[in-house]
């Protein structure tokens, strides 16, 4: 089974003062890198998001994009309508799509969708849940339901809660909220006492 990762690094980090989020340092490396080595033996490809400093992406992996003309500044569906054509993503069994500032995400994410996927074999979607919130943007999809996004952003529609709805994702339930810690402020990354 072949499955690939999308890493969505593309936002424009207004809350980080602008800077690109998946470059901050968080414990001495890069958010992006934190990520990547939580994926790496969990997947056989990760691709990555941006809409800058595409180069410094492109040393940590190869499959590097940024989002098509038609559908920047449209926020992270934009990502998914881009990634909708792009031929590595979509003939996957399965992708995990990830947010660039989880850098915690833990090492069964995975297999713990896989088993729920199996347990729902009619399901193509599914999103992380711990006891105290929905994580709509950890998410686990059938590659082909990407290509719904574009006429979901046509319709003026922007959320990925709202898109998951669409498609009648299911949450999978984990049980550490820490693992899905995301940081947007320089106020998150500061230890708590």
Same mark, same amino acid.
């Given at each position: 089974?072949?499955?690939?990762?999308?890493?969505?690094?593309?936002?424009?980090?207004?809350?980080?003062?602008?800077?690109?989020?998946?470059?901050?340092?968080?414990?001495?490396?890069?958010?992006?890198?934190?990520?990547?080595?939580?994926?790496?033996?969990?997947?056989?490809h990760i691709a990555v998001s941006v809409n800058r400093n595409i180069e410094a992406y492109a040393e940590r992996t190869p499959h590097v994009f940024a989002d098509a003309r038609q559908w920047q500044g449209l926020g992270p569906l934009a990502a998914l309508s881009t990634a909708a054509?792009?031929?590595? =993503?979509?003939?996957?069994?399965?992708?995990?799509?990830?947010?660039?500032?989880?850098?915690?995400?833990?090492?069964?994410?995975?297999?713990?969708?896989?088993?729920?996927?199996?347990?729902?074999?009619?399901?193509?979607?599914?999103?992380?849940?711990?006891?105290?919130?929905?994580?709509?943007?950890?998410?686990?999809?059938?590659?082909?339901?990407?290509?719904?996004?574009?006429?979901? =952003?046509?319709?003026?529609?922007?959320? =990925?809660?709202?898109?998951?709805?669409?498609?009648?994702?299911?949450?999978?339930?984990?049980?550490?909220?820490?693992?899905?810690?995301?940081?947007?402020?320089?106020?998150?990354?500061?230890?708590?006492?």
């Open positions: 089974m072949k499955i690939s990762a999308l890493i969505m690094a593309g936002g424009e980090g207004r809350r980080m003062g602008g800077q690109d989020k998946g470059l901050v340092k968080w414990q001495g490396k890069a958010f992006i890198d934190h990520v990547i080595g939580n994926l790496q033996n969990q997947v056989s054509s792009d031929v590595r =993503l979509t003939t996957a069994d399965w992708l995990l799509i990830v947010p660039c500032d989880t850098p915690n995400l833990p090492d069964d994410l995975v297999v713990t969708f896989l088993m729920d996927a199996q347990d729902y074999p009619a399901t193509a979607a599914f999103y992380a849940e711990t006891d105290t919130q929905a994580h709509y943007s950890i998410m686990f999809v059938r590659p082909q339901l990407l290509q719904s996004t574009v006429d979901y =952003l046509y319709t003026g529609m922007r959320t =990925l809660r709202g898109w998951l709805e669409q498609q009648h994702a299911r949450p999978v339930h984990f049980p550490d909220e820490t693992a899905f810690a995301n940081y947007n402020s320089p106020q998150d990354m500061e230890p708590t006492s």
